[in-house]
Structure formats: C-alpha cells, structure tokens
C-alpha cells in the first residue's frame, strides 16, 4: 500500500455509501442467467446489477462529508492530476467506480474488507502506474471506411463496434448523430488514443483538425461529435462538446475514405498547425471552412477573402488567380481556366488551393517560387540582381 491516508479517506467513504444505500431500503435489482455446456448440467445464477443502482443514485451521493474529504484528498494527490481537477471529475472517474468495484466484490451492500481491499488495490495500480492509456472517441459522420485508418499521432478512423459507446457510456443514446449506426455514412468514429503521463491531450482541438484534413483530402461532408466521450484506463473519463465547426456537417455526398487520401488527410493534419505562425494561412482556411456552411452571397464573399488570403498576399485576386494557376495549373489550357474559376472561386477550388499550400508546408517560400515561374527564373534573376 503506498497511501495508508488514502486508504482510510476512500475506506470511510465506502463505508459511508453503503449505509446511505442500507438506510434508503431500496432493493438491490438481480439479473438471472443460465449457464450451460454440451454434456454439463445447467446452471442458474443471481448477479446484483449493483453497477446501474449506484451509478442511479451517484449524484445524492456527491453531497455527502465524506465524499468531499475524499475528494480533498485525491486533489492533494499529484499521481490523480491526470484524472482532472473538478472535484467532479475526480468523483466520477475515481470514486464511483471504486464504489462499484467493491459492491461487486461483496456480492451487494454487505460489507467485505476483502473485496474493499481488491478494489483499492485496483485503484493505486490506476494511480501510480507509469503512463495512462487514454482515449477519445467521437462519432464521424460522411464518410465510411472498410478497415481502420490511421491519421497519425494516435488518431484513426474505424468502424464503431456495436453498443461500444452505450456500454461505457449509458447516456450515449441521447448524443449521438441522428441515424448514427444506421446509415451508411454514419458507421464511424474518429478516435484518439495516447500515453500520458499528467495530463490529458485537448482532444477537441486534435479531433476538430482531423476532421477539416479529412474534409481538405476528400470534399465529404465530414462531421464529429457533437460530442466526445474519454476515457483513462479503459474507465469512463468525460463527455466533451467537439468544436462547433468540426461537430456541423456540411451539405454534401458521402464518401468513402480510402487509403490514397487517408495517406493525404495524415499529412495535412500536423501541417494545420502552420497557421498558427502564418495569420493569412490561419484566414485562409477559417474562411473556406466557414464558406460551407453558407449560402451566396456570403459563401461566394468568404472564397474570395479565403483565396486572396491564401495566395493574393496583398496584391488581390487577380494575383491570386495567376499565382493559382501557377500552382493547379499542368497545361497552358488548364492554368487558364483556373485564371477564369478564380474571379468566382468555388469551395472545391479553394479546397484544392489549400492542400497544396499546406503539403508545401512555407507559404511566403512558395508565393516566391510561383512568381518565379510566372514570370520566368532568368527574369526574376535579373530584377533580383537590380
């Protein structure tokens, strides 16, 4: 035992909800289940469904002196800061799932030191060890996969497992996506999963530039969420809201995601993070996100800001436009339609523009090497050398 202190806090805790549970005189509800084999005689055997019944009752719970000592205690404890601050946080993900875990070892509400001490045990194990598996995982919405793919640094795209989330999650019916698990587009879940040590990732903003890479690599109408749902050490951890703007689908068809553009969506999701040093790339790709979700003339007005954004650098769409063709363009006759598609951009124009700027990964060393080519290395060499 590496925490005696911690030990009789919890203990008293334990000992505490149990007789709250004893003084309500609720009865505890049993499941009956058969168990048998070919050649054997059938079994028959009563398991108290203590799980649902305290989980019921956790919030009147949470009013209680010992449950706020407890609760003191973990927040004193530097080995609990990964499981969060809140003192509900810390009640969910530690204090009701020891509570539950010793109620099953007893068999129901009939004290067992034995079964309190297996259930800490388990705890201090979950405590100290040396990093934490942790989890999120949020529904995904317009785009559906044959197998698991990987998006780098913990996060893949997969079938969801059926009740996966409802099992650790009972009130995950209530959040997901309408249809979610019905319809084909609506299969899967985006998922992050990670080692830590101290502290948990920010799994909506890592979950929110997964879902505008996919968008980027595939033109689907991805959306996830609306919410997230944690976990840390295969124990439920918290639901999160996603980001409103990775959480809305916008209007589209489908798709399937396969393993070329996947392979896309995985380079372009770190590369997200350059707009965090580069204002007009970070403008860029907030205003073609923005565009759609909206209608002309807004829509139409955010592509032409996204555009000059991206690739004007001050001289305007024109510029643009050149710069554009430039970069999309293989023929004489493809550069100049995409010269004409950029008095009006469209989203897809837009979307294209934006990968190849982000797969460059410098765009001020980009816009350079596209003059140079607009106007010819030897031309440019000259004015250079003036």
Avoid at 77 to 86: K, M, N, Q, S, Y
Avoid at 106 to 133: I, K, M, N, P, V
Avoid at 238 to 245: S, T
Wanted: negative net charge.
């Amino acid at each position: 035992m590496r925490s005696p202190h911690l030990y009789d806090t919890l203990r008293r805790f334990c000992l505490g909800a149990f007789a709250a549970f004893d003084r309500e005189g609720a009865d505890l509800p049993f499941s009956f289940e058969e168990h048998g084999s070919y050649g054997r005689p059938t079994l028959y055997e009563y398991r108290p469904l203590v799980r649902g019944f305290i989980e019921a009752r956790a919030d009147r719970l949470f009013a209680r002196d010992d449950v706020r000592d407890a609760v003191d205690v973990l927040r004193r404890e530097p080995a609990a800061r990964v499981f969060g601050d809140e003192p509900r946080a810390l009640y969910g993900s530690l204090l009701v799932p020891l509570l539950v875990r010793t109620a099953e070892g007893c068999g129901g509400f009939d004290w067992d030191d034995t079964a309190f001490d297996r259930a800490f045990a388990e705890l201090e194990q979950a405590l100290y060890r040396d990093g934490h598996a942790y989890g999120a995982v949020a529904p995904l919405v317009g785009i559906s996969c044959a197998e698991p793919i990987a998006l780098g640094d913990g996060i893949r795209v997969r079938m969801a497992a059926a009740g996966e989330l409802s099992a650790m999650w009972p009130e995950a019916s209530g959040l997901l996506p309408r249809a979610f698990g019905r319809e084909p587009d609506r299969l899967c879940v985006l998922e992050l999963e990670r080692t830590v040590a101290e502290e948990a990732p920010d799994a909506p903003g890592e979950l929110a530039d997964a879902v505008t890479s996919l968008r980027l690599a595939t033109a689907a109408p991805v959306g996830a969420g609306p919410v997230l749902f944690e976990r840390l050490d295969w124990r439920p951890y918290g639901i999160q809201p996603v980001l409103p703007i990775a959480a809305t689908a916008p209007p589209g068809e489908p798709t399937r995601l396969d393993r070329f553009r996947a392979s896309i969506a995985q380079q372009l999701r770190p590369r997200l993070a350059l707009a965090d040093d580069d204002l007009q790339l970070g403008d860029a790709l907030d205003r073609w996100e923005l565009s759609l979700f909206q209608g002309d003339p807004f829509g139409a007005e955010q592509l032409r800001q996204a555009l000059d954004a991206a690739l004007g650098s001050g001289e305007g769409l024109w510029a643009a436009g050149m710069r554009a063709a430039a970069l999309l363009g293989e023929t004489a006759d493809e550069r100049a339609r995409i010269v004409e598609a950029c008095r009006n951009p469209s989203a897809d124009l837009l979307r294209r523009i934006l990968t190849a700027v982000l797969l460059h990964g410098d765009r001020p060393a980009l816009l350079r090497e596209l003059d140079a080519t607009l106007l010819g290395h030897e031309r440019v060499a000259e004015l250079r050398a003036s």
